[in-house]
Nanobody
């Protein structure tokens, strides 16, 4: 099973930037999408962005469009989430996961990382 390790979270002021990293032990043909999700205690898990490792297609939630960028370093088996112009409402624990069927009723998950806290506050 693929192991995922997130890093890069922290405390940042509104308008600031962070880059999250998701280091994978490998990628499988079964779960060919890498997604970033976030969760605030007491709220539902929210999909933020996704990358199809087969063809490089990227997807963004409306809340992330224009501010977040997902990318991949193939040599390092690492997926990044560059977050710019952060807002207090971006505060959450961010997780990466392997999956298929991003943003569909058939979304199916492979592996999850342990999560990294992002706090946007002045």
């Amino acid at each position: 099973q693929v192991q995922l390790v997130e890093s890069g979270g922290g405390l940042v002021q509104p308008g600031g930037s962070l880059r999250l990293s998701c280091a994978a032990s490998g990628f499988t043909s079964d779960y060919y999408q890498i997604g970033w999700f976030r969760q605030v205690p007491g709220q539902e898990l929210e999909g933020v962005s996704c990358l199809n490792v087969r063809d490089g297609t990227t997807y963004y939630a409306d809340s992330a469009k224009g501010r977040f960028t997902i990318s991949r370093d193939n040599a390092k088996n690492t997926v990044y989430l560059q977050m710019n112009n952060l807002k207090p409402e971006d505060t959450a624990v961010y997780y990466c996961a392997t999956l298929t069927g991003w943003a569909t009723a058939r979304m199916d998950f492979g592996s999850w990382g342990q999560g990294t806290q992002v706090t946007v506050s002045s």
